[in-house]
């Protein structure tokens, strides 16, 4: 193997690994979200913005995933 499959492989496995966590992590934040919406109406505003907050900080993860996925990629 020459080392831009390798590169290539390497990649693949930062961007999949990287992103399947952030993934669970939304669809889980989104669940209790609406979970506890369901149970108390009146606090939505409140669980809303810390749905939000929670949902932009795993999202950041995957960010990271990408910019190390472009760093193994990218620099010789």
Do not use: C, H
């Not at 999949?16 to 669809?27: D, K, Q």
């Not at 669980?47 to 990408?66: N, R």
């Amino acid at each position: 193997m020459d080392i831009n499959s390798i590169r290539l492989i390497a990649t693949a496995l930062v961007m999949a690994v990287g992103s399947i966590g952030p993934a669970f992590a939304i669809g889980w934040i989104g669940s209790k979200a609406a979970d506890a919406i369901g149970r108390n109406p009146e606090a939505a505003a409140k669980v809303q913005t810390m749905a939000l907050l929670a949902i932009v900080f795993a999202e950041a993860v995957a960010i990271y995933a990408l910019v190390v996925a472009l760093i193994i990629k990218l620099v010789p």
